[in-house]
Each structure stands twice: as C-alpha cells, then as structure tokens.
C-alpha cells in the first residue's frame, strides 16, 4: 500500500515544485491552447498555488502542510478518489468506519506529499493538451521534464465537472492508473482480512504515526 501512497499524486508533485518548462514552438503553442480551456487552466492554476507556497520560505512545516491540505480540497475530488479506492467495502463500512477512512486517506495523502516533495526539485512541468473524455470528464494531457535530458514522463489528469466545480478523480503516470493501483492495494489488505474493513483502518494508522513504513 505505501508504493501507491507514495505516487498517487505524482503528478501533483511535480506541478507543484515548478512552472511550465520552455518548450519548442510546437510545445509551447499546445500549452498555450491548452491552458485557455477550463480544465487546462485549472490543472495550471492548481501548479501555481503551489508552486507559491513552496516558494515562501517564511512558512513553517505545519503551516505549508496546512496550504497544500486546503490546495488538494479545493483542487483534488478526494472524496470520488477515496471511495472509488476502497471499493464495495465502502458500502458496508459503518458511518464511523466511512468517516475515519476518509480522514486517514487524506491525512496520508499529505504525509506522502510533505516527505517526498525533494525529490522533485529541477524537474520540469508543462501542460501538453486538453482531450475530452465525456459530458463530465476531461483528460489534461502533461509532461515531467528531466534534467538529465532523459524522455520526459507524461502525466494524465482526469477531470472532472460536478455542477460547475472541477476537481481531479485521477492522475495516470505512464498509462498507469494510480487510483486503480492504489485500489488493488487497498483490496488486497481488505481480501486478506475477511472482508473486514478495520485492519485496513488499523495499517493506515500506523503509517500516519509512522510506526509502519509508507516507503518502499
């Protein structure tokens, strides 16, 4: 389960450590169209309220993960991502059980962020296209840049409209679905559990107080 916490918002990382990258003339004018459709500007706003509050050193751990936890509720749809992860166990879980959940999926979420954002830093970020998926949904099209000159990673976002508000669903790095990665981890440890929801609870509370690795 701590490899898909770990990457989950990969691409949020990314966007988050620094601007859209230089690109050659056909790049930059994809960017360009890109970003004036709502979902390519949103995903590009998103970047830029991050990008400030990494950039403002006077900010303490607590209150930078403060920012980025108000930045992931306004930008990702974490409620869809949580419970698309978990599966059918969401419906038999108790209220109180649902409720837990959803804290520790969020928490965790900001715990992995916070502990990994170095590793991002001189990496490159822009925005490619824009592609229409259905009535609800868009797909932002994007690439990570490498210093080391090596193929960039290309980063897809689903987005998606909910009366008017956009929000984030998923993000897939390499034609890999980490909402669905991070899905087969959580059924794994539920599956192995009888079905029980709690063990689940139990691990992600360790990870939070950090008694129980969230690396490799």
Known sequence: MAVALRLILLGFFAVALVSPAHADPAVAQGHEQAVKLPAGKFVQDLGDRAIAVIADQDLSRDQRSDKFRQILQDSFDLLTIGRFVIGRSWNSATQDEQKEYM??????????????MAIYTGEGFRVTGVRPESEKDTVVLSEITHPDGSEPTTIDWRVRDRAGKLGVID?????????????????SVIQRNGGKIEPLLALMRQQLAGTEPTGD
């Open 103 to 116: 804290h520790l999926f969020q928490e965790l979420v900001i715990k992995s962020y916070g502990d990994r």
């Open 171 to 187: 993000v897939v790095v390499e034609g890999v679905s980490l909402s669905v990665t991070q899905r087969q981890e959580y059924a």
